[in-house]
């Protein structure tokens, strides 16, 4: 079986990065691409989803997105990642403040979702009155399942269908989480380039490592009832970058300074740290985040 494995969630649904409208999908493209790359029970899984004359119901699709990121958010909440994001947006707000930078501070999750962090950070992160959180994604039934999710808490942030990368007023932090591995090549370059309007970025993935594809595995097993998302779960796990890979990607496209945050030195860390964190910001700011990272700094790796 080839090592860049297909998600399902990448093909059955396209978008006009321009117009944001969707684009038709071909069942049966979708299904030799997949038998082609040797998953033919992913393959098996898109032959079941609604077609008419060849092209894969959208609505459909979308609903299938919408229960495999119901069920991620598990793996959200039990890896308390809001956390984790928020500890650290604290010292980088501050170091744009410090920096002198004009509120309000805006910080774009990259396809958001369901807008978990966003309604996370928004109810609990006590970030300032000075920020502003906005989600961004393509795809309408997750952003009107997060907006509405947001409204029954009243909760100050804005879930967008948006080219986070397009929007009027440019963030000054960009965050994501699992996002990184969906890109490959020029398309993670290209997923850089668009943060250089930005002070800095935060981006947390699957920890690259041997042991992450089996921790994938059970976890999705246990937890997890959508096929999609069992599926794409563990095939994340196999298409996580190494730290390398992501440095160098992000310091070619966007010149800024960056370093790993929680990578894994040794399997313990691995298990310990399933998630770990590309960390960059432009340069006149690298210090005075320094100084208000605090515990965290000793867990960042070497600045490329």
């Not at 409208?21 to 040797?38: E, H, M, W, Y």
């Not at 090549?185 to 930005?198: D, E, H, M, P, V």
């Not at 976890?219 to 190494?242: K, N, T």
């Not at 990607?249 to 800024?256: K, N, Q, V, Y």
């Amino acid at each position: 079986m080839p090592s860049d494995l297909l998600e399902i969630s990448d093909l059955i649904v396209d978008y006009d990065v321009a117009t944001l409208q969707p684009r038709p999908v071909s069942r049966s493209a979708v299904v030799a691409r997949l038998t082609a790359n040797g998953q033919r029970s992913a393959a098996r899984l898109v032959q079941r989803l609604p077609a008419s004359n060849d092209t894969l119901d959208f609505e459909a699709c979308s609903l299938a997105l919408l229960r495999s990121h119901i069920e991620l958010q598990r793996l959200s909440e039990e890896f308390l990642q809001a956390d984790r994001i928020r500890c650290v947006l604290l010292p980088l707000l501050q170091a744009l403040r410090d920096s002198g930078v004009k509120p309000p501070l805006r910080i774009v999750d990259v396809g958001c979702g369901l807008g978990y962090a966003v309604r996370s950070l928004a109810a609990h992160g006590r970030l300032g009155r000075d920020v502003e959180i906005i989600g961004c994604d393509m795809n309408v039934t997750l952003i009107e399942n997060a907006r509405r999710l947001a409204e029954e808490e009243s909760l100050s942030c804005e879930l967008r269908v948006a080219n986070a990368f397009q929007l009027e007023q440019p963030g000054h932090i960009y965050i994501s989480t699992g996002v990184l591995h969906h890109f490959r090549g020029a398309g993670l370059n290209a997923f850089f380039a668009g943060q250089r309007q930005g002070h800095a970025f935060v981006h947390y993935d699957i920890q690259h490592s041997v042991l992450s594809p089996w921790g994938s595995w059970m976890f999705h097993q246990a937890r997890m009832r959508e096929p999609l998302a069992r599926h794409d779960g563990v095939v994340s796990a196999r298409r996580a970058h190494p730290t390398q890979t992501l440095l160098s990607a992000a310091r070619s496209a966007t010149g800024f300074t960056c370093a790993s945050l929680d990578g894994a030195r040794n399997l313990l860390g691995a298990m310990l740290r399933p998630m770990t964190a590309t960390l960059g910001t432009r340069a006149e700011l690298w210090e005075p985040l320094q100084r208000h990272l605090g515990p965290l700094r000793s867990r960042l790796g070497p600045t490329s």
